[in-house]
C-alpha cells in the first residue's frame, strides 16, 4: 500500500552511475518505497554499503550512509545497532562480498540476531571488478578468472541463512519493485537479522540470468499455501534454485518469537549512545580486590 | 645477589595447579603487611600441565621492575627445582613438597647447593584433611611464612575473608592445613632464617595488572562499546571490560574474528559510542584494512595491540616490543594516526583516557601499545594518584540541525586544523555519508584531483594539530648525565633502576623515556636528545625500531642499541651490567 507522502526526498542531487538496465535501480527503489511508506525519518537510518556497485546505493538517497569496506558491511552495522538500537540499520552488499569476503560474518550475524536488514544484491558476478566469477555464479560460467568456465557449485544463500539460524529469510527479484517493496518491509520491521536475497540481472556481464530469466522463474509463495513458519520445509522451498527452474521468491521464514540480541541485552545495558559518560567512578574497581 | 631490604619469592608449578592464585595471596599479603611487591608471571601456551611461575619481588621502597635471581622458590613440583636451580641466591631456601620430589634437596647449604632446603609433606597433610591435595598449595604458604618469620594471623584472616562466603568447612580446613604444616617445619628445621623484611610503611597502593589498568581507565574514559576475539596476551583486557559490563552499561561482544571486532568497533564509534578493540599482533594484522577506514572516515577508534613475541603465531605467552614499525604504517595509503606505548600501570590507566580524547578531538585512530610483559605484571599503583584527574572531551559534535550553521551538513567541511564539527546518525534533521571511497566535503565519493589534495591535506593536518596534546618525553635523573638511556613503553622502569645500580658503579646515567611515541613532538624533544653525551636505547626487539625511529625524525643516532627478543622483558641488573662492561 503506497502511502500519500511526499516521495522528494527520492531524488539527490548525484544520480546513480550504474549500467543502465542494471538490476541495482530496482532494489535502490524498492528500498526508498519500502522506507518511504514505512515512514522511518531519514535522520533514523543508515544504509550501511559493501564494497562494488551496490555498495554504492547510500549515496544516492537522502538517508545516512556508510560504505564500508568490501565483505565487512555487516559487522560495521551491527556495531552501529548495538551502540543505537533507535536507528534503522540497513546492509546493501552484493553476492561477491557478502558471501565471499565476508561469508564468516554474513553466518555469525544470522545466529547473533542482531535487529538488521541485509539486502544481497545477488547478481552472480562480480561487476564492478569485470565480470568474474562470484560464490553464487553457475557452474560453467566463463569470466576473466574462468576462462574455462567455472569448475564450483554456487552457494544457496538462503539456505546458508536457514542453517546458521537466521529468524528472517526471504527472495525478491529486481525487476518486481512492488513485490520487492513489501518484502523489504518485512525485512526492515522484523525483530531481528533478516536477509532479502534479491535477484539482481548484471547487463553487462551476466548474459544468462536476466530479466526475462527471472521473470520465467520467479513465483511468489504466498500466492500458493506455504507457510514460512518452519525451518525445514523453509530450506526444502530454498534449494528450489538448485535446479536453476523455479525462483521462489517471499518470505520463506521468519521466527519472530527467537529474541533480538538487544532485546537479551536491553534489561542489563541501556542504549549505548544515551549514556552520560562525564563523571563515571572507577573508584570500586580499584579497590574490589 | 641478595639485598637487605628486598627478597623475590618465586612459586613454580604446573598449569592448573594453582600458581597465580597462590601468588595473589602471598601478594595481598605482602601488602597488608606494609611491604611494596612487583609481581610478574611466566607460563607456556597450554591449558594444563607446562611449567608456570610466579614473582612476587617484595620490597621496603618501590620496586616497578622483576629481577633475575630467587630468594625464596614453593616448587610445586620436580620441574620447578630443575628450571630455578640455578636462580637461588646463596642462602635462600627451596620449600618442596617432601614425598613427591624426586631430587635430594639438602637442608642445609653446601658448594653444591647454596641455598637451604625444607621439605614438608603438603599434599599428605591436605590427604589427611580432605582426602585431596587441594589444601596443599595452603600449607606451603603457610610453610613460607614460617621461614620468612611472618606472623599465621594476617594469612588466616585472609584465608577467612576469602573463603567465608564460600563455607565455613573450607575456611576449617585451611586453616587447619595452616598449623599443621606449621607445626611440622617447627617441629623438623630448628634452622632460623634471616629475613629483616617483617614489616614496612609502604604508602598505600593498589596493586592492580595492566590489563585491569587498561580497562579501568576505559571504563572511566566512557567505553561503551568493545568487540574482540580472544588472542593471548589481550584476552584479559576484554575479559576485565565483559566482568563490568553490566555495571557500566558496556556492550563487550566477542565477534567471530577480528576483523569484525574492528568492523563492530568502528560502526559503535561512528553511531557515537566510545568503542574499544583489542588484540595482539596476530589478530592486529587481520584488522589493519578497517584502521584504515577509521582513517578516510575519521571514525575515532581507540585499539590496543598486546604484543607477544612474532613473527606469526610466535612466542603466544612471551614479551616483545616487536610491533612499533607494524602499527606505524599499517594499513594501505596515508592517514593521521595517533600511538603510544604507556610505560606502567599508571601510564596505562591514564594514557588510554588520553587515547579516547584524542581519538574523539582529532576523529581518528589511536593505537595504544602494550605487551605481555606490561599487560600481565602486577605493578604497584599509588593510591594517592587522583584517578579522577583526566576529563573526558568528546570534541566537537553538532547536537541539533542548528549548530550547523548553513542549510546542508558537511561531515568531512575544510577546516583550519583539519578538524571537521562531527555529527552522530540519529540526529534530527541531519543525515550525512561518510565512507572509504575519497570524498568530497560532503562525503560524496570524488576522484577529482584538487579535491583530493585538498582532502588528504585536510586529514594529514590532523597530525601536526593534535600535537600540543602530545608531552615530550619524560627525564628521569641527572639530566646532564654521561649516559643518557633511551626507552619507551614497557622498558621504563627496568632502565630507571638501571640507572640506580649504574650510580653504584660511578657511572651518571639518566633515562629518556618515551611514552608518546607518535606522532613525535620534534620542537618539544629534539633539545632532549641534543644535549645528550652518550647513549644506549633499550627495546624488546631485534631489530631497534626505536632506534631506526630516533634517526629518521631527529637524526639521532645511539652509540647502542641494548636488544632483547629472547621472550622475557629486560632485568635492571642486566641492563647495568651490559653497560658496564661494554661502554665503559
Given at each position: 500500500?503506497?502511502?500519500?507522502?511526499?516521495?522528494?526526498?527520492?531524488?539527490?542531487?548525484?544520480?546513480?552511475?550504474?549500467?543502465?538496465?542494471?538490476?541495482?535501480?530496482?532494489?535502490?527503489?524498492?528500498?526508498?518505497?519500502?522506507?518511504?511508506?514505512?515512514?522511518?525519518?531519514?535522520?533514523?537510518?543508515?544504509?550501511?554499503?559493501?564494497?562494488?556497485?551496490?555498495?554504492?546505493?547510500?549515496?544516492?538517497?537522502?538517508?545516512?550512509?556508510?560504505?564500508?569496506?568490501?565483505?565487512?558491511?555487516?559487522?560495521?552495522?551491527?556495531?552501529?545497532?548495538?551502540?543505537?538500537?533507535?536507528?534503522?540499520?540497513?546492509?546493501?552488499?552484493?553476492?561477491?562480498?557478502?558471501?565471499?569476503?565476508?561469508?564468516?560474518?554474513?553466518?555469525?550475524?544470522?545466529?547473533?540476531?542482531?535487529?538488521?536488514?541485509?539486502?544481497?544484491?545477488?547478481?552472480?558476478?562480480?561487476?564492478?571488478?569485470?565480470?568474474?566469477?562470484?560464490?553464487?555464479?553457475?557452474?560453467?560460467?566463463?569470466?576473466?578468472?574462468?576462462?574455462?568456465?567455472?569448475?564450483?557449485?554456487?552457494?544457496?544463500?538462503?539456505?546458508?541463512?536457514?542453517?546458521?539460524?537466521?529468524?528472517?529469510?526471504?527472495?525478491?527479484?529486481?525487476?518486481?519493485?512492488?513485490?520487492?517493496?513489501?518484502?523489504?518491509?518485512?525485512?526492515?520491521?522484523?525483530?531481528?537479522?533478516?536477509?532479502?536475497?534479491?535477484?539482481?540481472?548484471?547487463?553487462?556481464?551476466?548474459?544468462?540470468?536476466?530479466?526475462?530469466?527471472?521473470?520465467?522463474?520467479?513465483?511468489?509463495?504466498?500466492?500458493?499455501?506455504?507457510?514460512?513458519?518452519?525451518?525445514?520445509?523453509?530450506?526444502?522451498?530454498?534449494?528450489?534454485?538448485?535446479?536453476?527452474?523455479?525462483?521462489?521468491?517471499?518470505?520463506?521464514?521468519?521466527?519472530?518469537?527467537?529474541?533480538?540480541?538487544?532485546?537479551?541485552?536491553?534489561?542489563?545495558?541501556?542504549?549505548?549512545?544515551?549514556?552520560?559518560?562525564?563523571?563515571?567512578?572507577?573508584?570500586?574497581?580499584?579497590?574490589?580486590? | 645477589?641478595?639485598?637487605?631490604?628486598?627478597?623475590?619469592?618465586?612459586?613454580?608449578?604446573?598449569?592448573?595447579?594453582?600458581?597465580?592464585?597462590?601468588?595473589?595471596?602471598?601478594?595481598?599479603?605482602?601488602?597488608?603487611?606494609?611491604?611494596?611487591?612487583?609481581?610478574?608471571?611466566?607460563?607456556?601456551?597450554?591449558?594444563?600441565?607446562?611449567?608456570?611461575?610466579?614473582?612476587?619481588?617484595?620490597?621496603?621502597?618501590?620496586?616497578?621492575?622483576?629481577?633475575?635471581?630467587?630468594?625464596?622458590?614453593?616448587?610445586?613440583?620436580?620441574?620447578?627445582?630443575?628450571?630455578?636451580?640455578?636462580?637461588?641466591?646463596?642462602?635462600?631456601?627451596?620449600?618442596?613438597?617432601?614425598?613427591?620430589?624426586?631430587?635430594?634437596?639438602?637442608?642445609?647449604?653446601?658448594?653444591?647447593?647454596?641455598?637451604?632446603?625444607?621439605?614438608?609433606?603438603?599434599?599428605?597433610?591436605?590427604?589427611?584433611?580432605?582426602?585431596?591435595?587441594?589444601?596443599?598449595?595452603?600449607?606451603?604458604?603457610?610453610?613460607?611464612?614460617?621461614?620468612?618469620?611472618?606472623?599465621?594471623?594476617?594469612?588466616?584472616?585472609?584465608?577467612?575473608?576469602?573463603?567465608?562466603?564460600?563455607?565455613?568447612?573450607?575456611?576449617?580446613?585451611?586453616?587447619?592445613?595452616?598449623?599443621?604444616?606449621?607445626?611440622?617445619?617447627?617441629?623438623?628445621?630448628?634452622?632460623?632464617?634471616?629475613?629483616?623484611?617483617?614489616?614496612?610503611?609502604?604508602?598505600?597502593?593498589?596493586?592492580?595488572?595492566?590489563?585491569?589498568?587498561?580497562?579501568?581507565?576505559?571504563?572511566?574514559?566512557?567505553?561503551?562499546?568493545?568487540?574482540?576475539?580472544?588472542?593471548?596476551?589481550?584476552?584479559?583486557?576484554?575479559?576485565?571490560?565483559?566482568?563490568?559490563?553490566?555495571?557500566?552499561?558496556?556492550?563487550?561482544?566477542?565477534?567471530?574474528?577480528?576483523?569484525?571486532?574492528?568492523?563492530?568497533?568502528?560502526?559503535?564509534?561512528?553511531?557515537?559510542?566510545?568503542?574499544?578493540?583489542?588484540?595482539?599482533?596476530?589478530?592486529?594484522?587481520?584488522?589493519?584494512?578497517?584502521?584504515?577506514?577509521?582513517?578516510?572516515?575519521?571514525?575515532?577508534?581507540?585499539?590496543?595491540?598486546?604484543?607477544?613475541?612474532?613473527?606469526?603465531?610466535?612466542?603466544?605467552t612471551k614479551t616483545e616490543q616487536s610491533d612499533l614499525r607494524f602499527v606505524l604504517h599499517a594499513s594501505q595509503g596515508e592517514f593521521p594516526r595517533v600511538v603510544l606505548a604507556p610505560g606502567d600501570s599508571v601510564e596505562l590507566y591514564t594514557m588510554i583516557q588520553h587515547a579516547f580524547n584524542l581519538a574523539d578531538l582529532y576523529q581518528l585512530p589511536v593505537i595504544v601499545l602494550t605487551d605481555k610483559y606490561l599487560a600481565t605484571s602486577q605493578m604497584m599503583f599509588p593510591q594517592d594518584i587522583d584517578i579522577n584527574a583526566i576529563s573526558v572531551d568528546r570534541g566537537i559534535v553538532i547536537k541539533k540541525k542548528a549548530d550547523i550553521g548553513s542549510d546542508t551538513y558537511?561531515?568531512?567541511?575544510?577546516?583550519?586544523?583539519?578538524?571537521?564539527?562531527?555529527?552522530?546518525?540519529?540526529?534530527?534533521?541531519?543525515?550525512?555519508?561518510?565512507?572509504?571511497?575519497?570524498?568530497?566535503?560532503?562525503?560524496?565519493?570524488?576522484?577529482?584531483?584538487?579535491?583530493?589534495?585538498?582532502?588528504?591535506?585536510?586529514?594529514?593536518?590532523?597530525?601536526?594539530?593534535?600535537?600540543?596534546?602530545?608531552?615530550?618525553?619524560?627525564?628521569?635523573?641527572?639530566?646532564?648525565?654521561?649516559?643518557?638511556?633511551?626507552?619507551?613503553?614497557?622498558?621504563?622502569?627496568?632502565?630507571?633502576?638501571?640507572?640506580?645500580?649504574?650510580?653504584?658503579?660511578?657511572?651518571?646515567?639518566?633515562?629518556?623515556?618515551?611514552?608518546?611515541?607518535?606522532?613525535?613532538?620534534?620542537?618539544?624533544?629534539?633539545?632532549?636528545?641534543?644535549?645528550?653525551?652518550?647513549?644506549?636505547?633499550?627495546?624488546?626487539?631485534?631489530?631497534?625500531?626505536?632506534?631506526?625511529?630516533?634517526?629518521?625524525?631527529?637524526?639521532?643516532?645511539?652509540?647502542?642499541?641494548?636488544?632483547?627478543?629472547?621472550?622475557?622483558?629486560?632485568?635492571?641488573?642486566?641492563?647495568?651490567?651490559?653497560?658496564?662492561?661494554?661502554?665503559?
Amino acid at each position: 500500500m503506497k502511502t500519500k507522502k511526499d516521495l522528494s526526498s527520492h531524488y539527490t542531487q548525484s544520480t546513480p552511475n550504474w549500467c543502465p538496465g542494471c538490476g541495482n535501480y530496482g532494489i535502490w527503489v524498492s528500498i526508498k518505497n519500502a522506507l518511504q511508506e514505512l515512514a522511518i525519518p531519514e535522520h533514523k537510518v543508515v544504509l550501511v554499503g559493501d564494497v562494488g556497485c551496490s555498495g554504492k546505493l547510500s549515496y544516492w538517497t537522502h538517508y545516512n550512509g556508510f560504505a564500508g569496506l568490501h565483505g565487512r558491511s555487516i559487522p560495521i552495522a551491527e556495531g552501529i545497532k548495538m551502540a543505537n538500537s533507535d536507528l534503522t540499520v540497513i546492509v546493501v552488499g552484493g553476492d561477491g562480498g557478502l558471501l565471499g569476503e565476508g561469508l564468516q560474518h554474513f553466518l555469525h550475524a544470522c545466529r547473533r540476531n542482531v535487529n538488521i536488514a541485509v539486502i544481497l544484491h545477488n547478481n552472480q558476478v562480480y561487476g564492478l571488478t569485470t565480470g568474474q566469477t562470484s560464490p553464487t555464479s553457475d557452474p560453467g560460467y566463463m569470466s576473466s578468472t574462468t576462462p574455462d568456465g567455472s569448475y564450483e557449485t554456487p552457494l544457496n544463500p538462503s539456505l546458508l541463512a536457514l542453517t546458521a539460524q537466521a529468524t528472517f529469510v526471504s527472495a525478491g527479484f529486481a525487476g518486481n519493485t512492488t513485490h520487492l517493496t513489501e518484502i523489504m518491509k518485512a525485512a526492515i520491521l522484523h525483530p531481528g537479522f533478516a536477509l532479502v536475497d534479491a535477484y539482481q540481472p548484471c547487463v553487462t556481464y551476466n548474459y544468462i540470468n536476466t530479466y526475462e530469466f527471472y521473470s520465467k522463474r520467479v513465483y511468489d509463495v504466498s500466492t500458493t499455501p506455504y507457510k514460512p513458519n518452519n525451518r525445514l520445509r523453509a530450506m526444502k522451498k530454498s534449494m528450489e534454485i538448485e535446479g536453476g527452474k523455479k525462483f521462489p521468491i517471499g518470505i520463506l521464514f521468519q521466527d519472530t518469537e527467537k529474541p533480538s540480541l538487544q532485546s537479551q541485552i536491553q534489561n542489563r545495558v541501556k542504549p549505548l549512545v544515551k549514556q552520560p559518560i562525564t563523571s563515571i567512578s572507577v573508584t570500586s574497581l580499584f579497590e574490589q580486590d | 645477589m641478595k639485598l637487605d631490604n628486598e627478597f623475590v619469592i618465586a612459586i613454580g608449578g604446573k598449569a592448573g595447579q594453582g600458581v597465580l592464585s597462590m601468588g595473589d595471596f602471598i601478594r595481598h599479603i605482602v601488602q597488608d603487611l606494609g611491604l611494596y611487591s612487583f609481581v610478574w608471571v611466566d607460563y607456556p601456551s597450554l591449558i594444563k600441565g607446562g611449567h608456570n611461575v610466579v614473582f612476587i619481588r617484595v620490597s621496603s621502597e618501590p620496586v616497578y621492575a622483576p629481577v633475575e635471581y630467587i630468594t625464596y622458590l614453593i616448587a610445586l613440583d620436580s620441574e620447578s627445582i630443575e628450571i630455578h636451580y640455578d636462580d637461588m641466591v646463596k642462602d635462600g631456601v627451596l620449600i618442596y613438597d617432601k614425598d613427591s620430589t624426586k631430587q635430594e634437596i639438602h637442608t642445609k647449604p653446601s658448594k653444591k647447593q647454596p641455598f637451604f632446603g625444607v621439605g614438608v609433606p603438603f599434599q599428605a597433610i591436605s590427604r589427611g584433611i580432605n582426602k585431596s591435595p587441594r589444601y596443599a598449595n595452603t600449607a606451603a604458604i603457610a610453610t613460607l611464612h614460617f621461614v620468612l618469620g611472618w606472623s599465621l594471623d594476617g594469612y588466616k584472616s585472609l584465608i577467612k575473608k576469602k573463603f567465608k562466603k564460600k563455607s565455613q568447612t573450607i575456611v576449617d580446613d585451611n586453616i587447619n592445613a595452616i598449623d599443621q604444616a606449621y607445626q611440622y617445619v617447627e617441629d623438623n628445621y630448628d634452622t632460623i632464617f634471616h629475613n629483616t623484611l617483617l614489616k614496612g610503611a609502604a604508602k598505600p597502593y593498589y596493586a592492580i595488572d595492566g590489563s585491569q589498568a587498561l580497562a579501568f581507565g576505559a571504563i572511566k574514559a566512557g567505553v561503551k562499546f568493545t568487540a574482540a576475539y580472544p588472542m593471548t596476551p589481550a584476552t584479559p583486557i576484554f575479559d576485565h571490560l565483559a566482568k563490568h559490563a553490566d555495571d557500566y552499561g558496556i556492550i563487550a561482544k566477542q565477534a567471530e574474528d577480528e576483523i569484525s571486532a574492528i568492523c563492530m568497533t568502528v560502526g559503535a564509534s561512528y553511531a557515537g559510542a566510545r568503542a574499544l578493540t583489542m588484540s595482539s599482533g596476530g589478530g592486529f594484522s587481520l584488522m589493519v584494512e578497517a584502521l584504515g577506514l577509521s582513517g578516510i572516515t575519521e571514525t575515532p577508534l581507540v585499539v590496543i595491540n598486546a604484543m607477544r613475541g612474532g613473527p606469526s603465531t610466535g612466542l603466544p605467552t612471551k614479551t616483545e616490543q616487536s610491533d612499533l614499525r607494524f602499527v606505524l604504517h599499517a594499513s594501505q595509503g596515508e592517514f593521521p594516526r595517533v600511538v603510544l606505548a604507556p610505560g606502567d600501570s599508571v601510564e596505562l590507566y591514564t594514557m588510554i583516557q588520553h587515547a579516547f580524547n584524542l581519538a574523539d578531538l582529532y576523529q581518528l585512530p589511536v593505537i595504544v601499545l602494550t605487551d605481555k610483559y606490561l599487560a600481565t605484571s602486577q605493578m604497584m599503583f599509588p593510591q594517592d594518584i587522583d584517578i579522577n584527574a583526566i576529563s573526558v572531551d568528546r570534541g566537537i559534535v553538532i547536537k541539533k540541525k542548528a549548530d550547523i550553521g548553513s542549510d546542508t551538513y558537511a561531515r568531512y567541511l575544510f577546516t583550519k586544523d583539519g578538524v571537521s564539527p562531527r555529527a552522530f546518525p540519529g540526529t534530527r534533521g541531519i543525515t550525512f555519508h561518510s565512507g572509504s571511497d575519497e570524498h568530497n566535503e560532503y562525503g560524496e565519493i570524488s576522484e577529482d584531483h584538487i579535491n583530493r589534495v585538498k582532502m588528504m591535506d585536510k586529514r594529514m593536518k590532523k597530525e601536526h594539530s593534535l600535537l600540543p596534546h602530545i608531552p615530550k618525553p619524560e627525564v628521569y635523573g641527572n639530566p646532564y648525565a654521561e649516559l643518557t638511556l633511551i626507552s619507551w613503553g614497557s622498558t621504563k622502569w627496568a632502565c630507571i633502576e638501571a640507572v640506580e645500580l649504574l650510580a653504584k658503579q660511578d657511572i651518571t646515567a639518566n633515562v629518556l623515556h618515551f611514552s608518546y611515541i607518535y606522532p613525535f613532538n620534534i620542537k618539544k624533544t629534539q633539545p632532549l636528545l641534543d644535549r645528550i653525551q652518550k647513549s644506549v636505547v633499550v627495546e624488546n626487539n631485534a631489530t631497534g625500531q626505536f632506534a631506526g625511529l630516533l634517526k629518521q625524525y631527529f637524526n639521532f643516532e645511539p652509540q647502542h642499541a641494548l636488544l632483547k627478543y629472547d621472550g622475557h622483558p629486560f632485568y635492571p641488573q642486566e641492563i647495568s651490567k651490559i653497560i658496564h662492561n661494554t661502554m665503559f
